[in-house]
């Protein structure tokens, strides 16, 4: 059954959003036995610590419902900015700099609110933006809220849709417990403190964004937080 969604277009089943058990809305995060059976790993898959000044680049809208058309439009606007900077920066590093990226995972590098598969599809303006970096020896960083006990189906996920990950950081059971936006800036002075420059931090909340500890900021689109 089709419906039409709040931007004029027909909502299709494939483009309906699915709201995921771990979707990011307090600081505490469950996981349903069902969405663990969801998320199975595949048989092939079993083989600076100073903060720097932040710039923010964002895409911003409100809307009642979320259509996939238009949010990978605003998502690609967003990636437009983040791509010119990035070559531009990266042609520039300072002596003996290890550069890296940090990335958000749900509606960020990859496509979690739209459909339901397993692996999920990579987000396609993000991830051509982060093979682009990958390309040019920047390392990606992945920094999510989801909890640590599905951080290897979540690590695969990455791998197979075209990410190098360099690092992935999940919360542990203590993290559970922790606001959101500190338990990510704590992810990053970590990453500062293995010696990388984070030259751009991607996510789409602003808990993935705050507590500075990188150059440039660019905020994809939540809808006033109707995306995870």
């Known amino acids: 059954m089709h419906q039409t969604t709040a931007y004029g277009r027909e909502r299709t089943p494939t483009n309906m959003r699915i709201r995921r058990p771990w979707a990011r809305r307090t600081a505490v995060t469950t996981v349903s036995a069902a969405a663990l059976v969801a998320l199975a790993i595949p048989a092939e898959a079993a083989t600076t610590t100073a903060s720097t000044a932040s710039t923010s680049t964002t895409a911003t809208a409100a809307a009642e419902d979320v259509?996939?058309?238009?949010?990978?439009?605003?998502?690609?606007?967003?990636?437009?900015q983040a791509l010119p900077y990035l070559k531009t920066r990266?042609?520039?590093?300072?002596?003996?700099?290890?550069?890296?990226?940090?990335?958000?995972?749900?509606?960020?590098?990859?496509?979690?609110?739209?459909?339901?598969?397993?692996?999920?599809?990579?987000?396609?303006?993000?991830?051509?933006?982060?093979?682009?970096?990958?390309?040019?020896?920047?390392s990606?960083?992945?920094?999510?809220?989801?909890?640590?006990?599905?951080?290897?189906?979540?690590?695969?996920?990455?791998?197979?849709?075209?990410?190098?990950?360099?690092g992935l950081y999940v919360r542990g059971f203590v993290d559970l417990f922790k606001d959101v936006a500190a338990y990510k800036t704590a992810q990053r002075v970590d990453i500062?403190?293995?010696g990388y420059t984070i030259i751009a931090n991607i996510g789409n909340s602003a808990t993935d964004l705050s507590g500075g500890h990188a150059?440039?900021?660019?905020?994809?689109?939540?809808?006033?937080?109707?995306?995870?």
């Open 90 to 138: 990266i042609a520039a590093p300072r002596p003996g700099e290890k550069q890296a990226v940090v990335l958000d995972i749900d509606n960020t590098a990859l496509e979690t609110d739209f459909g339901f598969s397993y692996p999920q599809p990579a987000n396609k303006p993000v991830l051509e933006v982060a093979k682009y970096a990958q390309q040019h020896g920047v």
């Open 192 to 194: 500062e403190n293995k």
């Open 215 to 228: 150059e440039k900021t660019f905020k994809l689109p939540d809808y006033d937080g109707q995306l995870s």
């Open 140 to 166: 990606l960083f992945f920094v999510t809220a989801r909890p640590g006990i599905i951080a290897s189906v979540t690590d695969y996920n990455l791998k197979h849709v075209g990410y190098q990950v360099g």
């Open 67 to 80: 259509d996939y058309a238009t949010w990978q439009t605003d998502c690609q606007a967003v990636m437009n």
